[in-house]
């Protein structure tokens, strides 16, 4: 069974560096789209971006400017960054897993970034 | 990248069934899949490549689509079925975007 778990800081500083890592655990990071997604509390879903095994990227526009997303086959792990971060930014963050015709069929838990000072 | 628009909220009676609408230009082009959350959890897959549903998914969840509109059908709607349901698609550039959100109540 693929699990997949978000870690970093939890609270982070406006104008600062929002970092994030998700381990996958149970299966191959290769032949799969590795994705982030957040959700402001109390609001819907937003796709964030996502990273092919084999580093190939692509993010959602209106964020583009400020996140990348790598991936570390070796550790089994992908990463977020987001940089310039607002109150804006304060969501529950979810990495997932999504399946080469575009389904998210495994999820992590979720973490919840809250941007302040 | 396109928007997805869902209903708000949406009630049902138990036992009875609802459908979940989603709107949106890329509907017709892109295949259409449909999330389920409950609060404070992740969200779960329930339909993918327009009407399969993942194992251990009831199959009294349904989907189709015809031309830019997805539903989303539940048959029989049980109280464990009460949450937030959000469809998902794509563009021209593969960009991914989600619906609004619809909560359903079962009255």
């Known amino acids: 069974q693929v699990q997949l778990q978000e870690s970093g800081p939890r609270l982070v500083k406006p104008s600062e560096t929002l970092s994030l890592t998700c381990t996958v655990s149970?299966?191959?990071?290769?032949?799969?789209?590795w994705s982030w997604i957040r959700q402001p509390p109390g609001k819907g879903l937003e796709w964030i971006g996502y990273?092919?095994?084999?580093?190939?990227?692509n993010y959602n526009p209106s964020l583009e400017s400020r996140v990348t997303i790598s991936v570390d086959t070796s550790r089994n792990e992908f990463s977020l960054n987001m940089r310039s971060v607002t109150a804006a930014d304060t969501a529950v963050f979810y990495c997932?897993?999504?399946?080469?015709?575009?389904?998210?069929?495994?999820w992590g838990q979720g973490t919840l970034i809250t941007v302040s000072s | 990248s396109s928007e997805l628009t869902q209903d708000p909220a949406v009630s049902v009676a138990l036992g009875q069934t609802v459908r979940i609408t989603c709107q949106g230009d890329?509907?017709?082009?892109?295949?259409v899949t449909w999330y389920q959350q409950k609060p404070g959890q992740a969200p779960v897959l329930i339909i993918y490549?327009?009407?399969n549903r993942p194992s251990g998914i009831p199959d009294r969840f349904s989907g189709s689509t015809s031309g830019n509109t997805a539903s989303l059908t539940i048959t029989g709607t049980q109280a464990d079925d009460e949450a937030d349901y959000y469809c998902?698609?794509?563009?021209?550039?593969?960009?991914?975007?989600f619906g609004t959100g619809t909560k359903v109540t079962v009255l």
């Open positions: 997932a897993r999504m399946h080469t015709n575009g389904w998210f069929d495994y």
């Open positions: 149970g299966g191959s990071m290769t032949s799969y789209y």
């Open positions: 490549a327009k009407n």
């Open positions: 990273i092919f095994f084999s580093g190939a990227t």
């Open positions: 890329s509907l017709g082009r892109f295949p």
């Open positions: 998902n698609s794509r563009d021209n550039s593969a960009h991914y975007v």
